[in-house]
């Protein structure tokens, strides 16, 4: 089954760095486009950054741009979101998603990122 398990999140100063990753199972992993979502308590969940399959090509949402960074190495089955100057509004839980056979839509249980001096 598709399983999607994210890891990488934590504690992080204002203006900070961290790599989120994500390890894939259950599909044929390059064949599909990946993202990257993220809820901050009470409010909804909303669209970080999304790459495609083989060609690599990326999207973000506007208050990520020139900050976040989505990659993937087809080889590990892993998709990373590398997250530079953070602030503490990027605080979220930070969800991995991938749209299965283009209906089923999984994903995994999310990892804690706090920005916070």
């Known amino acids: 089954q598709v399983q999607l398990v994210e890891s990488g999140g934590g504690l992080v100063q204002p203006g900070g760095s961290l790599r989120l990753s994500c390890a894939a199972s259950?599909?044929?992993?390059?064949?599909?486009?990946m993202s990257w979502y993220r809820q901050a308590p009470g409010k909804e969940r909303e669209f970080v950054a999304r790459i495609t399959d083989t060609s690599g090509g990326a999207n973000y949402a506007d208050s990520m741009k020139g900050r976040f960074t989505i990659s993937r190495d087809n080889a590990k089955n892993t998709v990373y979101l590398q997250m530079n100057s953070l602030k503490p509004e990027d605080t979220a839980r930070y969800y991995c998603?991938?749209?299965?056979?283009?209906?089923?839509?999984?994903w995994g249980q999310g990892t804690q990122v706090t920005v916070s001096s």
């Open positions: 998603n991938v749209l299965y056979r283009g209906q089923y839509n999984y």
């Open positions: 259950g599909f044929t992993f390059s064949m599909y486009a």
